[in-house]
């Protein structure tokens, strides 16, 4: 026993050490729920299905991105999206949609429902660019209305919003980036009721 105790207090040693670093809590994000009303109790337009957009690899994740000078992305570090920019988008658009009340009978295109209209398209930004070394939250989304019935498409329209950030943090964007948001979907709303 004398012989192994050696052996046994040096494995009992380098359990207790991790030789992994710790891990970083993440802090993870959504945006802002929309501030978007209106004063139409009744729906001008049913029967709409919001599509998850199509997006370049760079959004298609969870990691909250920042442009910098030579056109390439930073992520935040330990700061990510709640879920996939696509999904993300989409979930946020269709609250959007349900606050506002002019259309009713919503849905998702993962829900498998049968819809008269899709709204559907591709998120070019949803990140940070810094423009003259000042952070602007940017989206822009170039969304197309589809009669589901012969696959047509009804219109299409690109929507784009800018705000300026307050700051460099990630929670500073993120409340910069739901200010935009509300702009493009006041917008996208609007088109998609007058469209149909």
Known sequence: MRMHFPFLLLCGTLMSCSVLPERVPTDLYQ??????????????????????PATADSLGGTR???????????A????????????????WLLDAFWRDGRVSELSASTDGL?????????LRALHNEYVGGRGVAV??????????????????????????VAGTSAAQLVTALGIAANRVATEVI??????N
């Open 139 to 164: 989206i822009q989304y170039d969304a197309r209305l589809v009669n589901t019935a012969t696959r047509q498409i009804i219109s299409s329209r690109r929507f784009e919003a800018r705000e300026p």
């Open 31 to 52: 945006l802002p729920p929309s501030t978007l009303t209106t004063t139409t109790t009744i729906p001008v337009l049913s029967g709409l299905r919001i599509a998850t």
């Open 64 to 74: 909250i991105l920042a442009m910098v000078g030579n056109n390439s992305f930073q």
């Open 76 to 91: 935040y570090p330990d700061a990510r999206w709640a879920a996939p920019v696509p999904q993300l988008w989409r979930d």
């Open 190 to 195: 609007a088109w998609t009721v007058a469209e």
């Open 114 to 122: 049968q819809a008269n209209v899709e709204l559907s398209g591709m």
